[in-house]
């Protein structure tokens, strides 16, 4: 007789785990508080609109591919890619710059902000290919649960190579001196959780997977992966319950007997949280079952939140791409309002996605749909109306200048979404969007184990234990806790 499992949530770690637990044998069911798939990569549709809810970059594909191979699948039969050129632009506050798909083009962008700067980056990328492929092979896919698990050759010899200890900042620091060179170079860690300077250097990984691996669009948006995924995982006989809370999870003798959702009781082998960590210790189980207390979430450093707006014109625009970042304002003083002295930003970076540009599906005919993000930090309280409002007032004027276009009165749709809505829909702890931060503290066995320490057949999954935040991470997250479970249940 087959052994069953529970997992709670069926964001891309709770789908990716249910995947390989059936890929096992075991019977599989999925109990997701919302309507559908996708946790926080939810889709909006709404007026003609579709619209990505949370994740919109697609890197790292070899991680996808990977992924879909290990059910002997490609990528290719539930979505098609699309690289996009260029990758994005970023808004200077005296014009923008298109960061090309192509090397060479991307070396000459950099030669013409600092002479002798091509170069550089090929030396800086060298190294951060080896962290890429050492860390994807050695450190990544592992459960975090003992030093031992590190003790690979190839990560020993090359400790030092790898750059933990020192920062990236100080890192791009050394191959670059202009300015704007080094904030393209610092974007990809900043929703790591962390600043440059108190992220390790590892991280320039990033920058490996930003440049050469490529910014890539799944036609129909991030949410066609979450659709292959949740199809992969109907195709191995998972089961799902759609608009199901779980309320409980009762334990007996150290061991998680049953799950008690607004609709009923599951009995199971073993269960997997997808659900935020500390959400799951605080509020599903008992007291005497929790392995770290309050005072342990109060002092963890957390990725993001955002405040977000889904806004629909009835007119196309003609100075837009598909990805902006807008770095035209003080760089570093929203990063620190995010992390040293949380508040909500001054003068915010903001990111705009227009998936319109390159997917005619996005919108009605002739019409245009934008997504604007803005990274705060997580925690912060009176995101009302009005405060939601005032930021959009700065956005959309920043965009009308920068474009050279008229967007106000061309809006027909508009919704915003932020930390508090963050935790209605997902029980986010303080409103998180993207987990736990990877800080050097907080890295491998050093973030919530994802194995209970004290419910013998209790698992967790996600962004807030191994490996990180981020969507590649959560899809290695649900491998690594799947593999876990089969190998400790038995």
Known sequence: MSKSVIVIG????????????AKDGWEVTVIEKNETPGGRARQLKDQGFTFDMGPSFYWMPDVFERYFSCFGRKVSD?????????SYRIYWNDGYTNIPAMFDELKAVFESFEKGSALKLEHYLKEAKYKYKTGMQNLVYKPGLSLLEFLDWSVIKGVFRLDIITSIKKHIERH?????????????????????????????????????????????????????MYRLAIELGVKFRFEE?????????????????????????????????????RVLLPPECRVYSEKYWTKRTMAPSCLLYYVGLNKKLKGVVHHSLFFDVPFDRHGFEIYKEPSW????????????????GAAPVGYENLVFLVPVAAG???????????????????????????VENSIVFKKSYSVTDFVHD???????????????????????SCRSKKVRNLFFTGQLTVPGPGVPPSLISGEVVARQVIKEID
Do not use: C
């Open 10 to 21: 069926s964001g891309f770690a709770g789908l990716s785990a249910a995947s390989f637990m």
């Open 78 to 86: 539930y979505y098609l890619l699309e690289r996009l050129d260029p």
């Open 176 to 228: 670059f001196t202009n300015p704007r060179l080094r904030q393209m170079m610092e974007f990809p860690v900043l929703f790591l959780g962390a600043l440059p300077e108190d992220t390790p250097a590892l991280y320039s990984l990033m920058n490996y997977a930003d440049i050469k691996g490529g910014t890539w669009y799944p036609r129909g948006g991030m949410y066609a992966v979450v659709e292959g």
């Open 245 to 281: 809370n779980v309320k409980e999870i009762v334990v007996k003798s150290g061991t998680a007997k049953e799950v008690i959702t607004s609709n009923g009781r599951y009995h199971a082998d073993a269960v997997i949280s997808g659900a935020d960590y500390e959400f799951t210790e």
């Open 345 to 360: 930003p001054t003068e915010p970076l903001f990111y705009l996605s227009v998936s319109s540009y390159s997917d005619p």
């Open 380 to 406: 912060l309280s009176g995101d009302d109306e009005e405060l939601r409002e005032r930021y959009f007032q700065k956005l959309l004027h920043r965009l009308e200048k920068h474009t050279g276009e008229s």
């Open 426 to 448: 997902y029980n986010s702890f303080r409103g998180n969007a993207y987990g736990l931060a990877n800080t050097l503290s907080q890295t491998a066995i050093l973030r919530p």
